[in-house]
T-cell receptor
Framework: GQQVMQIPQYQHVQEGEDFTTYCNSS?????IQWYKQRPGGHPVFLIQ?????EVKKQKRLTFQFGEAKKNSSLHITATQTTDVGTYFC?????????FGTGTSLTVIP | DTEVTQTPKHLVMGMTNKKSLKCEQH?????MYWYKQKAKKPPELMFV???????INESVPSRFSPECPNSSLLNLHLHALQPEDSALYLC???????????????FGNGTRLTVT
């Protein structure tokens, strides 16, 4: 069945270091969304990518959608303690909308 | 803070109890969702309502019974739950949109349910 896997599952970084999470789908996605969930909180929408090869930036965050529309990445430059949380990708394939397995980011001050 | 309000925030119930989770949004969204989230796992879709009609039921056991009384309200009625049903139950809403570009999901803070 459809799976959207994210790697790594966990990442610990020193504050100021960069961070990247990768999202890989077994099927082509029509779009990809990214969400952030703080510890004890709820998922909050960050961004949506629709076009093949699309790149979008939000301040220190850079989002990419792969050319084949089967993978995506989120890169954070110079992490801060406020970046702590779990980052989920979510994508649509046909009638189904799937959340990825998530990457939990810890930032060490 | 979120524009999707869920009550209660916490709920402890026995396996023979009947309880209800409530969700409310006033953003004019015509799609509403129930998700279940276990610790350190992604949200799992349970139900989707479109225009107050149940459009998706992801093979959820009948001890979970959704209800959408109007376009702003979504309930989840619980009966005879099992301890493994303990989880964070998230309500979400969104605009209905063409599938190539999904509207973002707006989540509530969730109800943390413990079944004893």
């Amino acid at each position: 069945g459809q799976q959207v896997m994210q790697i790594p599952q966990y990442q610990h970084v020193q504050e100021g270091e960069d961070f990247t999470t990768y999202c890989n789908s077994s099927t082509t996605l029509s779009n990809i969304q990214w969400y952030k969930q703080r510890p004890g909180g709820h998922p909050v929408f960050l961004i949506q990518l629709v076009k093949s090869g699309e790149v979008k930036k939000q301040k220190r965050l850079t989002f990419q959608f792969g050319e084949a529309k089967k993978n995506s990445s989120l890169h954070i430059t110079a992490t801060q303690t406020t970046d702590v949380g779990t980052y989920f990708c979510a994508g649509r394939s046909g009638n189904q909308f799937y959340f990825g397995t998530g990457t939990s980011l810890t930032v060490i001050p | 803070d979120t524009e999707v309000t869920q009550t209660p925030k916490h709920l402890v119930m026995g396996m023979t109890n009947k309880k209800s989770l409530k969700c409310e949004q006033h953003m004019g969204h015509r799609a509403m969702y129930w998700y279940k989230q276990k610790a350190k796992k992604p949200p799992e879709l349970m139900f989707v309502y479109s225009y107050e009609k149940l459009s998706i039921n992801e093979s959820v056991p009948s001890r979970f019974s959704p209800e959408c009384p109007n376009s702003s309200l979504l309930n989840l009625h619980l009966h005879a739950l099992q301890p493994e049903d303990s989880a964070l139950y998230l309500c979400a809403s969104s605009h209905l949109s063409p599938r190539v570009s999904d509207s973002p999901l707006h989540f509530g803070n969730g109800t943390r349910l413990t079944v004893t």
